[in-house]
């Protein structure tokens, strides 16, 4: 961060003023002649919340992509179906258990055990060949997509979240300020407050292992020197197993929590694939504060340009990621290799 | 040269002498296809295996020879279509110029090329699992802007009735003629693919492909070749675009979608992307899978919708144990036939 400061003073300048304009216009009560020429707040403040809790969603999914792709330089481009894969089974069981917490365990451990066998069975066997595993990785979505499609068809799904979260909360976000002097504080749906939390709860984890303790080490050392860590006697294989399971259920519970505030329907996958691909390229491949970085970035431009240009909003996303690109190849918070 | 080789054999033959025989044989068959075949497999099958051979070649191209694989084929195929729809005539008149064949078809050749070319000069920067990333993203990108779109590239609904010219008083979208032309458009592209692939910038990009490091210490323009690659592939594809926009006589968003992205790497890589007749071996399994696979599958008691099931399969099963594709699987059984042959003194029997 310092270093940051010190080697780029008028980016982190620029990033700095971006910030503090940004947090001034969520916290201040707006005025007349501000709501005139950028629109009610109460519409901004939804799109920044609604940007907010989709990158948390998009971290989710992203998260074990970022961590599968720095560990073992696996490309999964299957990651889409385990999200919907995932979504899938919540919806039946929390249709059958009645129970939306249920869900979460019970994906994790399934979606689990189907990212073990992909790695034990799949990339294993091709170590090192990218191109290869990218097409068998294409190939397995392509099959996974039409299996899923020949299970639930094609009409879309939605997961009912619990009643202890539905209907809206208050933030201590002023709205707007009525004539009378009465402060309106904003309401927003206490389902998407929770999803927020949660991601966050699970970055900050998923940072505190990796870095803290001894698991984290191995899978640290493995992402810098692979073939050392081997030599130095970790059974790096199952180091291996377990980071791919990790991001392979995390994304299984990511479909839960996609399909509770959004859908699930065929295509889901490829979105979200997608979705990952961009917030990776753009934070960096294989690093986790990266891809909440690029996350963020990416759900705060697809819901403002939403709401600000909605013709194009999908465009956006991609124009960052060309940008970033032309710019920065390797990620913003990538390393270069 | 060619002053030393004629005085080296007295009697030099003939370029066509040199063909081998399969090649005539497979001329003779292809040629003479309209006499025998009917008008369906003749428009249907093969013009639709020629037309996605042509833009799946344009990914063999950059990934067998400049080791770059590219997601971006199909949207360049599908841009060059769009402006033969908006330069020439459609049903979509408000947007549509109506300009003659001979000044559309360039236009939409270079502005294809244009737009593959900024592609390729933001997807070089990066190098194998990026390149593929990349580019699917750039395909999407495509995608969704084609579709919402309204004022050139008329949104959801695309361009209908968009059909080739009346040339030399021939209607080139019956069948017999939509055939030859899309046959004699496959050959032009295989041909030129086989001679670049053979010049000094074919050769030098495969120096590059192979060794990027020694070819830039050699005084090669690694990024320029790259580049360069990517804007012939994008004219091969933008043929082949424009060939498809007359066959389905309409384009949508839907022509460059994900899924069809995807299945020009299928074709491309289930037909091997080393030499460049596979693609059009992987287009004809594609199209032969797509056309007659719900026949099979409900004569099988399935549904007929499982299609996309068998073609992933397929696909898998290819890719798991060969990787170069279907060619790859021909050329090692002929040398385990070999191997079999002469096992003990090494000599063929």
Not at chain 1, 252 to 262: D, E, R
Not at chain 2, 195 to 206: D, I
Not at chain 2, 291 to 309: C, I, M, N, Q, Y
Request: hydrophobic letters at 55%; one cysteine or more.
């Amino acid at each position: 961060m310092q270093g940051f400061v010190r080697r780029n003073p008028i980016l982190a300048l620029l990033i700095a003023l971006v910030a503090a304009v940004l947090l001034w216009l969520v916290f201040a009560p707006w005025s007349a002649e501000m709501e005139s020429a950028l629109g009610r707040k109460r519409v901004f403040l939804n799109a920044i919340f609604g940007g907010i809790t989709l990158g948390a969603l998009y971290f989710l999914v992203a998260s074990g992509f970022t961590l599968i792709f720095g560990l073992m330089r696996n490309v999964n481009l299957a990651h889409g179906s385990l999200y919907l894969l995932g979504g899938y089974l919540g919806f039946e069981v929390s249709e059958a258990t009645g129970s939306w917490l249920l869900a979460f365990p019970v994906v994790f451990i399934a979606v689990a055990i189907v990212g073990l066998v992909l790695q034990n069975q799949v990339f294993r066997r091709m170590e090192g060949e990218e191109l290869r595993q990218t097409m068998v990785t294409i190939g397995l979505s392509v099959v996974i997509a039409d299996i899923l499609l020949w299970i639930w068809g094609g009409q879309s799904y939605t997961i009912y979240s619990p009643d202890w979260l539905s209907g809206p909360m208050d933030l201590p976000v002023i709205s707007s300020v009525r004539e009378t002097g009465e402060v309106v504080y904003l309401k927003y749906p206490a389902v998407r407050m929770a999803i927020l939390f949660a991601a966050i709860v699970v970055g900050v984890a998923m940072w505190l292992v990796l870095n803290r303790t001894r698991l984290g080490m191995l899978i640290r050392a493995g992402v810098d020197d692979r073939e050392m860590l081997a030599a130095s006697g970790v059974r790096i294989q199952y180091v291996f197993l377990a980071v791919f399971g990790f991001g392979a259920g995390l994304a299984g519970m990511a479909g839960i929590v996609g399909g509770t505030f959004q859908s699930l329907s065929p295509g889901e996958d490829t979105r979200f694939l997608l979705a990952s691909l961009v917030v990776v390229i753009v934070g960096g491949m294989g690093s986790i504060p990266g891809a909440a970085i690029g996350a963020l970035v990416i759900g705060l431009s697809e819901q403002l340009g939403l709401v600000y240009a909605p013709t194009y909003s999908v465009v956006f996303t991609f124009l960052i990621m060309a940008a970033v690109l032309a710019f920065r190849p390797q990620g913003l918070l990538g390393e270069q290799r | 040269m060619a002053v030393v080789e004629q005085n080296r054999s007295p009697a030099p033959t003939l370029w066509i002498e040199r063909v081998p025989s399969g090649w005539w044989a497979l001329a003779l068959v292809l040629l003479t296809m309209p006499a025998w075949a009917n008008e369906f497999f003749l428009f249907q099958v093969m013009g639709w295996t020629f037309i996605l051979g042509i833009i799946a070649l344009s990914l063999m191209f950059l990934a067998g020879y400049g080791g770059m694989v590219s997601l971006i084929q199909m949207s360049v195929a599908a841009m060059a279509g769009y402006m033969v729809a908006i330069f020439g005539n459609s049903g979509v008149e408000q947007i549509s110029v109506g300009l003659p064949w001979w000044l559309y078809i360039p236009i939409a050749i270079a502005i294809a090329a244009i737009f593959g070319t900024i592609v390729g000069a933001l997807a070089v920067r990066t190098e194998g699992i990026y390149t593929i990333m990349i580019t699917l993203a750039i395909a999407a990108a495509f995608f969704y802007f084609t579709r919402q779109n309204y004022t050139i590239f008329n949104g959801y609904s695309g361009f209908n009735l968009v059909v080739p010219p009346q040339l030399f008083g021939i209607d080139w979208r019956q069948p017999t003629a939509f055939y030859y032309l899309t046959l004699g458009c496959a050959a032009i592209c295989y041909a030129v693919v086989v001679y670049v692939s053979r010049a000094p910038f074919g050769l030098a990009l495969q120096g590059v492909r192979d060794n990027p490091r020694r070819m830039a210490a050699l005084g090669f323009n690694i990024t320029a070749h790259r580049v360069a690659a990517y804007t012939f592939a994008s004219v091969i594809a933008a043929i082949g675009g424009i060939l498809l926009v007359w066959q389905n006589a309409q384009i949508a968003p839907g022509t460059a979608g994900i899924p069809a992205v995807i299945d020009i790497l299928v074709i491309a890589v289930v037909g091997g992307v080393a030499r460049p007749i596979g693609p059009f071996i992987g287009a004809l399994i594609y199209v032969l899978l797509r056309t007659f696979s719900p026949d099979v599958l409900l004569a099988f008691g399935l549904s007929g919708e499982r299609f996309k099931l068998m073609i992933g399969v397929g696909f898998l099963v290819i890719v798991f144990f060969s990787p170069d594709g279907v060619l790859g699987l021909w050329k090692r059984w002929r040398a385990r036939r070999e191997t079999v042959r002469d096992p003990l003194t090494g000599d063929a029997r």
